[in-house]
């Protein structure tokens, strides 16, 4: 099946929209963009249960040296992302965890993707179908001029209004 170019530019814009608009509007706009990947892999390796000594860090970006990781976790704790304590087993080591704030943020993070997905899903449902061109299976018909769904997100995750914006045409507000 042959995708209209001006659909799938159309898809990525409302893609990057979102991306946009998930980070201006949650805390993801208070660091970087190395220090949200760090972060995502210390929730992960939390999420799992593995034990993440400040030394494992290391292990996140070989090509880093351990002086920028260890730079970037000290931003991540003050900013209250990660708390860096002494480990109780071993008094020369440090833990890394995630606080309160990052487990909220991924659940914001995890609702705000849900829902665009669910929109997206929700738009594809109601293209009309075109049953004419002789197979058993119908294909979508696509609009000549496609209109992205843009949904501005809130600081729980859920948006609470859909704006129409045609391609190539930024949201308004």
């Not at 769904?149 to 308004?172: F, L, M």
Request: aromatic fraction near 4%; hydrophobic fraction near 35%; glycine fraction near 6%.
């Amino acid at each position: 099946m042959n995708r209209d170019p001006s659909l799938a530019s159309c898809e990525w814009l409302a893609l990057q929209r979102f991306l946009r608009q998930i980070h201006d509007q949650t805390d993801l706009a208070l660091i970087t963009q190395r220090h949200a990947r760090l972060l995502e892999w210390i929730f992960i390796k939390r999420s799992l249960g593995v034990d993440l000594p400040l030394q494992g860090a290391r292990g996140f970006l070989k090509t880093t040296s351990g002086a920028t990781i260890y730079q970037s976790l000290l931003e991540l704790e003050r900013k209250g992302f990660i708390d860096i304590s002494v480990d109780p087993l071993d008094s020369r080591r440090k833990q890394i965890d995630i606080t309160e704030k990052t487990s909220s943020l991924m659940q914001i993070l995890s609702k705000s993707v849900e829902h665009w997905a669910s929109q997206i899903r929700s738009s594809q449902a109601k293209l009309p179908t075109d049953g004419s061109n002789g197979s058993s299976q119908s294909q979508p018909v696509r609009p000549a001029m496609p209109v992205c769904t843009a949904s501005p997100v809130h600081r729980d995750g859920i948006s609470t209004e859909d704006t129409q914006v045609p391609p190539g045409q930024d949201q308004p507000g």
